[in-house]
């Protein structure tokens, strides 16, 4: 287990690391890393020096091992399957409570639901028509209005992924 949250922090990284070269290429769109990474970016060029780098995988590892401190019920140093289960549930809580604190900071006049003004005031690095798309995927009644429970819907579904099938006789890889 200890190797699988070590391969993922690594593929996370990594592909953070090599995003930022996808949006070079976007017109109106200055080269920048992503904001996860951006915070290492101590001289602000937009790239990540071999120090900034060191102080990525640095930080990676201290997030690991407050995981498995938080987490590691048992001490083995690794989750086992039912603390894998808690700390999925408590980030799934941290998200959930995330996304509620951003929708009362965009619910400008406090009605409890937010209009197409309150979120395109809230999403200002999406354009007009970016926004209205994602109002309109928010909006499950048609309401013209997101609530909530609307709000929140999109991190509290979360769809089983459909395994492919398998081959019979095909060795794995």
Request: charged fraction near 35%; avoid cysteine; glycine fraction near 6%.
């Given at each position: ?19 930022s070269a ?130 929140l819907g ?20």
């Open positions: 287990m200890k190797t699988s949250i070590l391969l993922a922090a690594g593929i996370i990284g990594l592909s953070a690391l090599t995003g996808r949006h070079a290429d976007r017109p109106g769109r200055p080269h920048s890393l992503p904001p996860q990474l951006a915070k290492f970016d101590v001289d602000g060029d937009g790239k990540l020096s071999a120090d900034e780098r060191e102080a990525v995988k640095k930080a990676m590892e201290d997030r690991r091992k407050a995981i498995l401190e938080k987490f590691d019920t048992n001490g083995d140093g690794k989750l086992d399957e039912a603390e894998r289960a808690a700390a999925r549930e408590a980030r799934q809580e941290e998200a959930k409570a995330a996304r509620t604190k951003k929708f009362a900071e965009a619910d400008s006049d406090g009605n409890g639901s937010l209009n197409l003004a309150e979120l395109t005031a809230a999403l200002k690095s999406l354009s007009a028509e970016r926004v209205a798309a994602v109002f309109k995927r928010l909006d499950d009644n048609g309401d013209q209005a997101i609530s909530l429970d609307e709000f999109r991190t509290d579904e979360k769809p089983e992924r459909p395994q492919p099938p398998r081959r019979p006789n095909h060795p794995r890889r």
